[in-house]
């Protein structure tokens, strides 16, 4: 049983799932608070296109998929600009349209579907190197930047009027935080799956709004979270055998069930 | 003493100011100057424009004729922001936002001009000093959603006066809030007003209120809004300054 630990796919599991734990609730905490989860699952269908894409023209596929999330990404900050009171229509609009994509290129790349499969429901265990620089790459940028702009990324998230009054440049500081989404859920479909990424973007998020007394400690609470449930949930997986990025994600689910249940608790 | 009304330089210049909403003019033909020490409020019923026109001021809108100056630089050029301390409505906020209070205060110090730097020990010991101006020290830990909102109003107010701004700006500071507690924070900010070298400038539907301390009469309307000036002890300003010159 525990041979599984010390094999070769399980540890690059192991790194790509610690690394996408730090990111994802890192940049979520700043979709959430601006109540734009939704972007994650929009930008992991969009990328989903990309990888179909790739499978087809056989570009490496995570790679498509990263450039089409970030031309989504940028195609959304667009439309939230045209109908500005109607948020959320941006988002429909991109999800949309990358189903119909990916859609598109399934039926072009019949061949091709099973590998196409792993990218929605996740393949963790399929990680190999090129995919680990891809995942450590992104995550070096998104701690740069968050740590270069935290404060700003505050206040931009906290009040938006309040940054733009302070002459902070708010529309370049949405539009990094939707490309490092894009950054982010296109590496992290790998590792639980594009149906099943904004999971790990929101749900560690959630808890630890409900938990947290500060801004800080929400972000370093949303991220020792979902490292506990990324390392909890491949091991329960590689001991079962189930699906690993499904378990990661019950897992959190449980974790937040728990916590309501505690927080009732503590107030009746 | 008609020297004594001049000394003051002007703080916010709007000339011919006209702005609507698709097909809907709100705001038309609009002038207006805000000088150093000033109190202005800008009063109309909901509708009006004055919040429109506050946002104006501070550039989150931009005008469609007309030109805004701040401290006598047009809007477009101006990057002084610091100048400007900003009292938000009461609502603007997520109250689930896990921020406590010394974090939102800080956060007034987050501007252009401290981009990519860190906090420093002097910036922290102004956020200090701000929670004891306003004397909320004791809640300085908790997290903002948990405040009453005459509290919550204070913690904004402790963020504008961080940075020691020139200009004070608050819209609709005391909607959504008690009576009473309306009435002790806008004795709070005439005192601040009467004892400090600030520019005041508040949108506000509550007539009575800045009747009392604005006068009766508005100085200037446009449209549904109405103008109250109150010029801080301003002659006395004005002696103060020529004496000084006199003597150099």
């Known amino acids: 049983m525990l041979d599984i630990l010390s094999s070769d796919f ?41 990888v179909a894409l790739g499978f087809l023209i056989e570009v490496y596929p995570l790679a498509a998929g990263l450039v089409f999330a970030v031309l989504a990404s940028f195609a959304i900050e667009k439309l939230r600009k045209a109908y500005k009171s109607y948020a959320e229509l941006s988002i429909a609009i991109i999800m949309s349209g990358g189903v119909a994509l990916a859609s598109l290129f399934f039926t072009l790349g019949m061949g091709y579907n099973n590998d196409v499969m792993s990218y929605l429901f996740g393949s963790i265990y399929t990680l190999d190197v090129n995919d680990l620089y891809m995942v450590g790459g992104v995550t070096i940028i998104v701690i740069t930047v968050i740590s ?48 099943l990424v904004s999971a790990l973007l929101t749900i560690p998020v959630a808890i630890s709004l409900l938990l947290a007394k500060s801004f800080r400690s929400a972000i370093v609470l949303s991220v020792v979270l979902s490292e506990i449930a990324v390392v909890g949930g491949l091991m329960m997986a590689g001991f079962f055998n189930l699906a690993p990025g499904a378990t990661i994600v019950l897992l959190l689910i449980s974790f937040l ?9 503590l107030t009746t | 003493m008609p020297a004594a009304q001049d000394c003051h330089q002007p703080i916010i210049q709007l000339k011919n100011i006209s702005f609507s909403y698709r097909d809907q003019q709100v705001i038309q033909g609009l002038n207006f100057t805000a000088k150093e020490r000033d109190f202005i409020g800008i009063v109309g019923s909901n509708g009006a424009g004055k919040t429109t026109l506050l946002r104006l001021i501070v550039g989150l809108l931009p005008a469609a004729e007309g030109s805004i100056e701040l401290f006598g630089e047009p809007i477009r050029r101006f990057r002084d922001w610091e100048r400007i301390g900003y009292v938000p409505q009461k609502n603007s906020f997520n109250p689930l936002f896990p921020a406590t209070v010394r974090e939102v205060i800080m956060s007034g110090l987050y501007n252009r001009k401290n981009l990519f730097r860190r906090i420093t020990r002097q910036q922290q010991q102004k956020c200090d000093d701000a929670l004891e101006v306003m004397r909320i020290q004791n809640i300085a830990d908790k997290r903002i959603g948990q405040l009453s909102g005459g509290q919550q109003q204070r913690v904004f107010l402790a963020r504008a006066l961080i940075n020691r701004p020139d200009l004070l700006v608050l819209d609709e500071p005391t909607i959504g809030i008690d009576a009473e507690t309306q009435a002790s924070f806008f004795e709070l900010i005439t005192h601040m ?19 009392g301390y604005l006068g009766q009469k508005p100085v200037d309307q446009n449209g549904k809004i109405q103008f109250f000036v109150r010029h801080s002890h301003e002659a006395q300003d004005c002696v103060e300054q020529d004496l000084q010159h006199t003597l150099v």
Request: net charge neutral; no cysteine; proline share 2%.
């Open chain 2, 193 to 211: 007003h009467a004892h400090h070298d600030m520019t005041f400038l508040m949108v506000t539907h509550d007539l009575d209120m800045v009747q």
């Open chain 1, 257 to 265: 069930i728990l916590t309501l249940i505690g927080k009732k608790g």
């Open chain 1, 148 to 195: 270069l702009f935290f404060k700003e990324l505050f206040l931009l998230s906290f009040e938006e009027d309040a940054a733009s009054v302070s002459g902070l440049p708010v529309k370049w500081m949405n539009m990094i935080i939707t490309v490092l989404t894009a950054l982010v859920v296109s590496t992290a479909i790998k590792i639980v799956g594009a149906l």
């Open chain 1, 10 to 50: 399980f540890q690059r599991a192991l790194l790509g799932g610690l690394l996408i734990g730090i990111t994802a609730p890192l940049i979520g905490i700043f979709l959430v608070l601006r109540r734009l989860s939704m972007i994650g699952d929009t930008l992991s269908h969009v990328t989903i296109a990309g």
